[in-house]
């Protein structure tokens, strides 16, 4: 299926270059671009019948029971009304269908709700409120403070000086931090109505495309032609702020826009379960067809031998003419009666199942976050059993792994450490009071500190603590905003610097204002203002950021921030015992997963400064080389300077997230990281998680720029893994398994060997056709992978090239628009309800509030459905062969004539009222162990990602067992029966007597076996199992009774031979001898396999049932402190810093401008600890639940 959005990314392909031009609709309108409605659901209502019906004929079995139906239509061959399959087969296309509806439903809603959205167009000479879908290319937008950009827009002019404008790129890229665009110089005093209706200037641009960090055009206007790049365009997603107004010229619109280019295609998605059943249904009809010609053939020989000595009394009827055709006949009827083997009610009951256990993940209370009143959600009911088989998963990491929240948390300052970490419950717990600010009025009220030893060290006024706050209130490119005196809001680059500044703050030395050459705080009550004489801007090589200003007493100096090698490095000899003991705190630090930066200044002296000034103006007028000549000299003026200390920042983690991956990591599934962010946050946040480990032997880096150094790169990091671990003699690489799943009192552990982590630029190389299995070796051959700033469309790329060439079952779960792509090309896909809005969650399967309930969907429900699910099916095949193939056998003594053993009504309620509850509770209630030992042993998952419990082999095995079955159901009684007398002397001579016996034999045995499968017994399945055998006597008897006979005879002939053949106690031997025979085989055959080769499953299970019976309690699990050498980063912005803009003055405002909304969030912190405990008889690993 085609959808639109599909079509409009087919056309794309036929557009060389776009041709836009301002207040020009008619011009436009030539060209036939999209308009700027989105559409994201798949059907509408005129295509909704078709395709629907279209998807759901995909399914063999569907269009298997529709060619039935035609020949049950056939009076010829049919020996079974048509009723029998048509009732079924329309209540499972309307339930599939009305499901489907309700789906695409909710789709449709999100999509009128984003269409219906206003913007300011102006349209003849004045601005009009439009909705979003009536906006057109080469239209002008006014946007507002905090409004969504509608289109992506060209920026012509804005509120603030020189035509910039802040904006939050969250739902394209994931990261909450502000940045900057810049309209054309020419454009941007095109600040009122009357100027902008005359603009007309002309975009010639690039077509459509995915790539959100690209933009290359031209505006042509007055004769002139000047650049464009991504740095003047505004994309749709983002959101305008801390500007007052702007005005953009739409450029694309709609499913066009590089947001709606990047979401990937609605796919319908299909279980592994349902691509199997599609080919066992054509074995069973395979299967069928050769038993309809077996008989067909034997009712030709037995017409061609017997039968024609009995055309007397039995003519042949007049269109049939001779044996073959008889047997023609034949084969057609016989297809019709075996067609049991696989009955419509078998669909029916999987739906139903589907929806049993989608609503039991939603009334799963231990998924329910309560600070947002937010139930884990199945938004889908067709992928259930598939969360059980999950190999690989990925994952977002702002706002999936992390809350994007920065906390200052901890400092070290000359030696001397400051701050107490832990949840808000644990500080409380230990009676640790958060520190009163209340002495400085411009704190941050948000802002907590558990540690009032540091007041009291500013208080006493200690030199390097006022100097280590000094820095941190200087030395950053954050803009501050006060609304009215004393409410300040702070516009930072990144949270980090956002944090630092934050501290300062709250601790006395308030940063309050910047001009290009100044910078004035508030210390300590007092307002002091320094001179801005220099920022040396942070980029990924320098890996720090300096700033050189003059103070009030004229003294010139440096302060500097950054990681800590880099600033170790730099340091003057006075400082070596400080940088030791600071070394160590900042082990300590990165040892509780805190980011950590270290802080230094430099006294500069005048003539020295001078010197160099000279030389940084030179050098700034250079042509060629001019980056490398500016780091050379940043690099000489940033030696020798005196070490302060060193900050923690706490990246909070969502509750729950390391224990939830070592859990994960356990059960054998792979997770890999997916982020925007820049390669030094990613790879902290990894080592916060446990993903990154310091015993690994090596962590890989591609950061290559070009595809030969991407290749060179993927071959080293590959030939390395390989030279150091095992090699067969063809080269594979061998993975040695160091615990057995086969027994529960083995320990388990994560043996953490290698990681990946990989560029976004590398990775476009990487995913080329020539590079991308050498990407794929390489990763799966490591135990973690991490790609950071990747593009939505890499992260789904990357989903399906696991996809497509591992065969595995992948999984991805963001929170962002960012993710929407990965999460439709996943098998699953998982959407968090966070701060980055619904996209993630209006584009999932399954929906829920934080990562950490990611361990209890998969290792339980997951686990759960796919156990049920296998079970229901291998029963259900079970149970129809035994009941369909005594057909086969009894076709051998009936002439090969189609007769059936069972009267008509028992065929019909066989599926539909005797067998079908019982199946139904054990695959809705049945658990092999319960949720804490399925959480407590991940390796109990394991069978289902190596789809042990339900493939071809286990198919056969249920179909032979059910052929043996019905190969005894059929010749015990035949052989009683011709030995046995009533009690009054008299054989058992008619046929309905044997039916009887033999169907009461069969529902008895059924419900047996059902009985010695069912693991976990409930009131529900007690009451359909006794339940369904007394329905099955009391309908026997009330169809064969004297009542129904007399009103109905032509459909209830048999009157009263239930009740003489039942009252034979020779029958009930027979049906006794018949249960017995049938039965105990297996369940020998299960006991020695479970006493003899016992799983992981049956150890825990026997573990489970021990306990149970000792009574023993739970035993509370030891938290293990997590230990890590130093991981320092320099977390400030993902891209060269805006150093040059703040000294520039272009930021700076010329007026007062309207405020931002901004509202500064505080949770509680979540402490985190890896949550195992390695004993010699247990291995546990449980995830704490809210």
């Known amino acids: 299926m085609e959808t639109t959005q599909d079509c409009a990314r087919d056309k794309l392909v036929q557009e060389k270059e776009r041709h836009v031009k301002a207040n020009a609709r008619d011009y436009n309108d030539k060209f036939s671009y999209a308009d700027n409605r989105i559409k994201t659901s798949k059907y509408n209502i005129f295509t909704f019948l078709p395709v629907n019906l279209f998807e759901q004929f995909q399914r063999a079995a569907n269009a ?303 998924m329910y976050y309560t600070q947002t009143d937010t139930a884990a959600e199945a938004r889908t009911t067709t992928l259930n059993e598939e969360l059980g088989q999950v190999e690989f998963i990925f994952s977002d990491k702002t706002g999936t792994l992390t809350q994007n929240i920065m906390v200052f948390s901890k400092c070290s300052i000359n030696g001397q450490t400051y701050g107490t970490t832990g949840s808000f419950a644990e500080l409380m717990h230990k009676k640790t009071a958060c520190l009163d600010f209340s002495f400085n009025p411009l704190s941050d009220r948000g802002f907590k500190f558990y540690d009032s030893s540091l007041i009291e060290a500013i208080k006493q006024e200690e030199p390097a603590v006022h100097e280590f706050f000094r820095l941190l209130a200087l030395c950053h490119t954050v803009m501050p905003e006060e609304k009215h005196e004393g409410n300040l809001v702070y516009q930072a680059q990144s949270p980090d610097e ?132 500016l780091a050379l000299l940043y690099d000489e003026i940033e030696q020798g300077m005196k070490l302060l200390g060193a900050t923690a920042i706490e990246d909070k983690l969502q509750e729950g997230v390391p224990e939830t991956i070592a859990c994960l990591n356990l059960a054998d599934i792979k997770i890999w990281v997916l982020t925007g962010d820049k390669l030094e946050t990613a790879m902290n946040i990894g080592y916060s998680c446990n993903m990154l480990r310091d015993d690994m032997n090596e962590v890989f880096v591609i950061s290559g720029h070009t595809l030969l150094e991407v290749q060179q790169q993927l071959r080293s990091a590959k030939e390395h893994i390989l030279g150091l671990s095992r090699v067969s003699s063809q080269g594979n690489f061998e993975k040695t398994d160091m615990f057995a799943d086969d027994s529960v009192f083995e320990e388990e552990a994560i043996i953490a060997e290698y990681a990946l982590v990989i560029s976004g630029h590398s990775l476009a190389h990487a995913l080329e056709s020539q590079l991308e299995h050498m990407l794929l070796d390489l990763a799966y051959l490591c135990k973690t992978v991490i790609c950071c700033r990747v593009t939505p469309m890499q992260k789904a790329q990357v989903v399906e090239l696991v996809r497509r060439h591992k065969g595995s079952v992948t999984l991805a779960i963001g929170d962002g628009a960012n993710d929407v792509s990965m999460i439709k090309t996943a098998h699953i896909g998982v959407g968090i309800s966070g701060q980055e809005g619904m996209q993630a969650v209006l584009a999932s399967d399954y929906s829920f509030a934080q990562f950490r309930y990611l361990q209890r969907l998969l290792l339980v429900h997951g686990r759960w459905s796919y156990f049920r699910m296998c079970n229901f099916l291998g029963y259900f095949f079970y149970k129809n062969f035994a009941f369909t193939l005594v057909h086969f056998w009894y076709g051998f003594f009936c002439g090969f004539s189609a007769q059936t053993v069972y009267d008509q009504w028992f065929i019909t309620l066989f ?234 003055g272009k930021n700076m405002k010329m007026s007062t401008v309207s405020s931002t909304c901004s509202h500064e969030r505080t949770t509680h912190s979540s402490n985190w600890i890896e949550n195992m405990l390695k004993r010699k008889n247990e291995v546990s690993c449980i995830s704490q639940e809210t």
């Open 498 to 629: 956002g944090a630092l500044v934050t501290a300062a703050r709250n601790f006395g030395f308030v940063f309050r204002a910047r001009t290009p050459e100044t910078i004035t705080l508030w210390e300590i009550g007092s307002t002091v203002t320094y001179q801005l004489l220099a920022i040396l801007d942070f980029n990924n090589l320098r890996k720090r950021m300096s700033v050189i200003v003059r103070t009030p007493q004229g003294k010139i100096k440096l302060y500097c921030k950054g990681a800590d090698t880099i600033i170790f490095d730099r340091l003057d000899q006075s400082s070596e015992d400080l940088m030791y003991t600071t070394s160590e705190h900042l082990s300590e630090f990165a040892g509780e997963g805190l980011r950590t930066l270290a802080l230094a200044y430099k006294d500069l002296d005048e003539g020295y400064y001078n010197i160099w000034m000279k030389k940084l103006l030179f050098v700034s007028t250079v042509i060629e080389n001019r980056e490398d000549q």
């Open 911 to 1144: 599926n539909i009222v005797y067998t079908s509850l019982p199946v139904l509770a054990m695959g809705l209630f049945d658990q092999d162990v319960n949720d804490q030992n399925s959480l407590r042993y991940p390796s109990l998952y394991k069978p289902g990602q190596q789809n042990l419990l339900f493939n071809k082999r286990q198919f056969f095995l249920c179909t032979l067992h059910g052929m043996t079955t019905s190969f005894l159901l059929f010749f015990v009684p035949y052989g009683a029966f011709s030995v046995l007398v009533k009690e009054d002397g008299s054989h058992f001579s008619d046929q309905q007597a044997f039916a009887v016996t033999m169907a009461t034999s069969l529902v008895t045995v059924v419900s047996v076996q059902i009985g010695l499968d069912t693991h976990y017994w409930t009131a529900v399945n007690h009451l359909f199992v006794w339940g369904s055998l007394i329905m099955y006597f009391a309908i026997l008897f009330a169809k064969q009774s004297d009542g129904l006979c007399g009103i109905f005879p032509n459909f209830f002939p048999f009157i009263g031979t239930a009740r003489n053949c039942l009252s034979e106690k020779s029958t009930w031997l027979v049906i006794l001898l018949t249960t017995v025979v049938c039965v105990v085989p297996g369940l020998v055959v299960s006991f020695l396999r479970v006493d003899l080769f016992p799983t992981l499953t049956d150890k825990v299970r026997h573990l489970q049932q021990s306990r149970k019976k000792q009574g023993l309690q739970e035993q509370n699990l030891k938290r293990v402190r997590r230990t890590s050498s130093r991981r320092s980063a320099y977390a400030f912005s993902h891209q060269q810093g805006y150093g040059e803009l703040i000294t520039s």
């Open 64 to 366: 298997y029971f529709v060619v039935l139906l035609i020949l049950q239509l056939i009076p010829a061959i049919s020996s079974l009304s048509w009723f029998t399959t048509i009732v079924p087969l329309v209540l499972v296309l309307v339930i599939t269908a009305v499901k489907d509806a309700t789906d695409d439903y909710f789709r449709h809603k999100s999509d009128q709700k984003v269409n219906n959205r206003q913007s300011q167009v102006l349209i003849r000479g004045r601005l009009q409120n439009e909705k979003w879908m009536n906006v057109r290319v080469g239209d002008i937008i006014k946007l507002e403070n905090n409004q969504f950009v509608a289109a992506d827009i060209l920026l012509l002019c804005s509120s603030e000086p020189y035509g910039l404008c802040y904006i939050e790129t969250a739902e394209l890229d994931g990261e909450t931090n502000l940045k900057v665009r810049q309209a054309l110089t020419v454009t941007s005093d095109l600040g009122n109505v009357s100027k902008l209706m005359e603009f007309d200037g002309e975009v010639i641009c690039e077509p459509p495309n995915n790539k959100l960090d690209k933009f290359t055009g031209t505006l042509y206007w007055r004769d002139n032609k000047y650049s464009l790049d991504n740095d003047k365009m505004l994309l749709r997603g983002c959101v305008l702020r801390n500007t007052e107004w702007c005005f953009g010229m739409v450029i694309f619109a709609g499913l066009q826009t590089k947001l709606m280019q990047n979401c990937g295609r609605t796919q319908f998605k299909r279980t592994s379960i349902d691509k199997l059943m599609n080919t066992l249904v054509l074995w069973i009809f395979a299967f069928l067809i050769c038993m309809g010609v077996i008989l067909a053939i034997g009712n030709t020989i037995w017409e061609t031998w017997v039968g024609r000595k009995f055309e007397v009394f039995l003519p042949w009827d007049e269109f049939q003419s001779s044996a073959v055709f008889s047997g023609f006949l034949t084969f057609w009827s016989y297809i019709i009666i075996l067609n049991t083997v696989v009955p419509i009610s078998l669909y029916v009951s999987v739906e139903v199942l589907r929806l049993g256990h989608s609503f039991f993940i939603n009334w799963d209370q231990k």
